[in-house]
C-alpha cells in the first residue's frame, strides 16, 4: 500500500507525454481472444488495470509477452477455459469486456460480476440484451453464464449507448453469421480504436465513429499490428493542471481533434491552449474567469455520451472551477456516486455546495489547504491530485491504487515537470 505526499503551490512547466488511451487498450486486448494468431498492441499504458487484465487473459489461456515499452503481443492459440478468474475481474469493471469475444470465439463466457470504480450503480442489461438479441441465452446467479451455440446478426437498437455494451456486441457480431446493425451505439474514440483493430484482424465494420455500425460477420479472423490512441481523459486532466497551477505545459501527442468538446467546457472558465501539430501548448498567464451565459445567466458543464463532455472528467472541472472567477453548476449526469468525493474538495477550503448526487454549484476562486485525502475512483483521484498541487502546503493522498488504475507513471511524469509529490509506504 503506498501514498502520495505532496508540496502544493509551486509552478510547473515543461513537457508531458499523453499515455495510450485506456479504455481502448482494455477492449482491444480483450479482442485478442478472437483469433488464435499473434495480435500486437502498441501504445499500451502501462497501468494497474493493462497489468489486470494481462493476468486475467494469461489464465484463459492467452500468451502475453511484453518486447517493448508499450508493446505487447497476444497468441490465443489454445484458450483452456471459458471461465474468467474471480479475483481479477472484480478488480475492474473492464472484465465485462471478456464476455463478448469468449461468446463469440468458444461459444460461452462464465464471469463473476465486474468490480471498479466506486461511482455508483452501472447497470449491465445492456450487454445481456445484445446478447439475447444475437441468439445467446443467459443464466444469473451468483455469476453470469452465456452460452450460445450459434450466433446470428440482427439488427439491435441498445437501450442505452454504453460504451463496453457497444464494444461487447461489436466482439460478438464479428463472428456471427449474417449482418448485425447496432442503433444507437456508443462512439467515442476508444469504440473507434476497436473498430479499427477488429478491422485490421479481418473483421468488416462500417459507420465507425458514428452512432450507427454495420457488421457483416466473418468466418475468422487474423493476426494484426496495431497502435492505441492517446488519452484524451489524461489530456484533460493535464489542461486542467496546467491552468489552476498557472503554468505552461506543453502536452505531447494530444490528439486535439479529440478535445473540440473539452475544449469548449474549458472556455466557459476562460481557459484557452494552443496546438501545434499533435501537441496541446497551455499558457501560463490565463484570467480565470466564469464566462457567464447569455443574459448574466449562471454557465453550467454537463457530461454526455460522445461527442459531448466526457462523464470522466467532471471531476477534473470541479477543482478547475473551484480556482476561477465566478459560479459554475457542474452537473454529472451519469453516475449517481461519483460527485460525493467533492467533501473532501470542501474540506481543503473549496466553495461547493453539493446540491443532490449529481450537481455541485462551485463558486471561486478559493486558496485550497493542504489536507488528508483519499481516492474513491481513477478521476476523484487525479483531481485530488490537481486540487493538491494548486494548495498550500502538504497534502496526503490515500488509496493510490485507483489512481494507478487509470494514470501511466503518474508520480514520475508530474515530477518531471517541476510537481513536489512522492509515492510512500503507507
Not at 497476444?74 to 479475483?87: D, G, H, Q, S
Not at 463466457?109 to 444475437?134: K, M, N, S
Not at 446478426?153 to 446493425?181: C, H, P, Q, R, W
Not at 473539452?262 to 501537441?279: P, S, V, Y
Request: charged share 25%; hydrophobic share 45%; net charge neutral.
Amino acid at each position: 500500500m503506498y501514498k502520495y505526499v505532496i508540496e502544493g503551490n509551486r509552478p510547473l512547466s515543461g513537457k508531458i507525454k499523453a499515455s495510450g488511451n485506456k479504455n481502448a487498450a482494455l477492449p482491444c486486448i480483450c479482442a485478442t481472444l478472437l483469433t488464435g494468431e499473434k495480435v500486437v498492441l502498441r501504445n499500451i499504458p502501462e497501468i494497474e488495470d493493462v497489468r489486470v487484465m494481462t493476468d486475467v487473459v494469461r489464465e484463459l489461456g492467452v500468451t502475453v509477452e511484453k518486447t517493448g515499452d508499450g508493446v505487447f503481443s497476444f497468441e490465443a492459440k489454445n484458450i483452456r477455459t471459458t471461465v474468467v478468474p474471480k479475483e481479477g475481474a472484480q478488480k475492474m469493471r473492464a472484465s465485462i469486456l471478456l464476455a463478448g469475444p469468449l461468446l463469440a470465439r468458444c461459444r460461452r463466457a462464465i464471469l463473476p460480476p465486474p468490480g471498479g470504480d466506486v461511482i455508483g450503480r452501472r447497470r449491465l442489461d445492456t450487454h445481456f440484451l445484445a446478447f439475447e438479441a444475437l441468439g445467446a441465452s443467459i443464466r444469473i446467479d451468483t455469476e453470469f453464464d452465456i452460452s450460445a451455440d450459434r450466433l446470428t446478426g440482427t439488427d439491435m437498437f441498445l437501450d442505452e449507448a454504453s460504451v463496453t455494451a457497444t464494444e461487447n456486441a461489436i466482439m460478438a457480431a464479428v463472428l456471427a453469421e449474417g449482418k448485425t446493425t447496432i442503433f444507437n451505439a456508443a462512439c467515442e474514440p476508444h469504440v473507434g480504436d476497436l473498430c479499427r483493430m477488429l478491422c485490421a484482424m479481418g473483421a468488416r465494420i462500417t459507420g465507425i465513429g458514428s452512432n450507427l455500425l454495420h457488421i457483416e460477420g466473418v468466418e475468422a479472423l487474423h493476426g494484426a499490428d496495431f497502435t492505441i490512441g492517446s488519452d484524451f481523459m489524461e489530456v484533460g486532466s493535464f489542461i486542467g493542471l496546467a491552468a489552476v497551477t498557472h503554468s505552461r505545459l506543453e502536452i505531447e501527442n494530444a490528439c486535439p481533434e479529440n478535445m473540440m468538446m473539452t475544449r469548449l467546457a474549458f472556455a466557459k472558465l476562460g481557459i484557452r491552449w494552443e496546438t501545434n501539430g499533435n501537441n496541446i501548448i497551455v499558457p501560463a498567464e490565463q484570467r480565470l474567469k466564469v464566462r457567464e451565459d447569455i443574459g448574466g445567466a449562471i454557465p453550467k458543464i454537463d457530461d454526455a455520451p460522445w461527442p459531448g463532455f466526457p462523464a470522466d472528467l467532471t471531476s477534473i472541472m470541479t477543482v478547475v472551477a473551484s480556482q476561477v472567477e465566478g459560479m459554475v453548476l457542474i452537473h454529472e449526469k451519469l453516475f449517481e456516486s461519483r460527485m460525493f468525493f467533492v467533501d473532501k474538495l470542501i474540506s481543503m477550503g473549496a466553495r461547493i455546495v453539493l446540491c443532490d448526487p449529481h450537481r455541485a454549484v462551485v463558486s471561486g476562486p478559493s486558496k485550497l489547504q493542504g489536507a488528508k485525502l483519499s481516492s474513491p475512483d481513477v478521476r476523484a483521484g487525479m483531481a485530488m491530485i490537481i486540487a493538491a498541487l494548486c494548495a498550500e502546503g502538504t497534502s496526503r493522498i490515500q488509496n493510490v491504487y485507483q489512481i494507478e488504475r487509470g494514470y501511466e507513471n503518474i508520480v514520475a511524469k508530474l515530477s518531471s515537470i517541476g510537481a513536489a509529490i512522492e509515492r510512500v509506504p503507507v
